[in-house]
Structure formats: structure tokens, C-alpha cells
């Protein structure tokens, strides 16, 4: 399999498997072997929808960070935390077991969301806990407060 094509370098840059790109591009699981190896090229359209996809991974992984700050804030304010104990308090990130979870939070698939809390997990300099995401689960948890807070991206971004 080549991957010096933007096709396979999106796809594995989204986390999707071959399954994932053929639902999301609505083409059959030969099709896209077809666009992985490059033996056929990827429409500009289908180039585009990952370009989407990628966006909003990055913005589930931005909105995490960001309220993540916005609760140890909240948790200062309120003399919950130390000043230390605000960059050493463990935040409990919840990952997707399915992709009916996934979509709840606005991503179409268990992979996309873990990618945006990779990348959230990246950033954020305490230490993280995982735990399985149910639907009525936050996204973010700590424990050491009671504070809690949930992420959804909007299907209609535009």
C-alpha cells in the first residue's frame, strides 16, 4: 500500500478504518482500497470530507482543552484547588466505546473521538485518567471537586 497519496494520509490521520471511510464516504470497502493504494485517485470531494472530519476532531480536542481550563478556573475561584494542586489534580477524560457514543458527541466514529482526546491529552500538562464514555457521561471530570462538563459539536458547524 502506497502512502505517498493525500487520500491514505488523511485516513490514517483521522483514524479511520477501511469500514469507517467506506460509511463516511459512502462507497464500497473496494473503492477505497482502490484510493489507499493509489491505483485510483480520491475525488477532490472525498479529499474535502476528511479535511471536515479532521476539523472537527480538532475542535472536539480544542473545546476539551478549553473547558478543562474552564473548570480548574472554576475550581480555583471557588477555593477548590491550590494554586499546585490545580496543575497536579488528575482530569478524567471519557472515551467512546462505540460509535452510536461517538455521534452523540458529534463525531462519527469511537476513533474520531478518541484522536480528539489524544489530542487534548497532548496539551493539557495534569495528569489524565480514562474512563468508558456511556451516553449521559461528561467528557471531563475532576473528581477532586465535583465539577464536570460535556462537549458536543454541532452537526451543522456553518
Not at 117 to 144: F, G, H
Request: hydrophobic share 45%.
Amino acid at each position: 500500500m502506497s502512502q505517498n497519496n493525500p487520500f491514505n494520509l488523511m485516513m490514517q490521520h483521522c483514524r479511520l478504518s477501511i469500514r469507517e471511510a467506506a460509511i463516511l464516504h459512502r462507497v464500497d470497502v473496494k473503492q477505497i482500497g482502490h484510493w489507499q493504494s493509489g491505483r485510483r485517485v480520491a475525488p477532490p470531494g472525498v479529499i474535502n470530507e476528511l479535511r471536515e472530519l479532521d476539523a472537527a476532531i480538532q475542535e472536539f480536542g480544542d473545546a476539551l482543552i478549553q473547558l478543562t481550563s474552564d473548570l480548574l478556573d472554576e475550581a480555583g475561584d471557588a477555593a477548590m484547588l491550590t494554586n499546585v494542586e490545580r496543575d497536579e489534580t488528575p482530569i478524567t477524560f471519557a472515551c467512546s466505546v462505540t460509535d452510536q457514543q461517538a455521534r452523540s458527541r458529534g463525531l462519527p466514529f469511537m476513533a474520531c473521538h478518541a484522536a480528539a482526546v489524544a489530542n487534548a491529552i497532548s496539551i493539557i500538562l495534569n495528569p489524565v485518567e480514562l474512563a468508558d464514555a456511556a451516553q449521559d457521561t461528561p467528557d471531563i471530570e475532576i473528581k477532586a471537586t465535583g465539577l464536570r462538563g460535556r462537549v458536543v459539536i454541532p452537526k451543522n458547524r456553518d
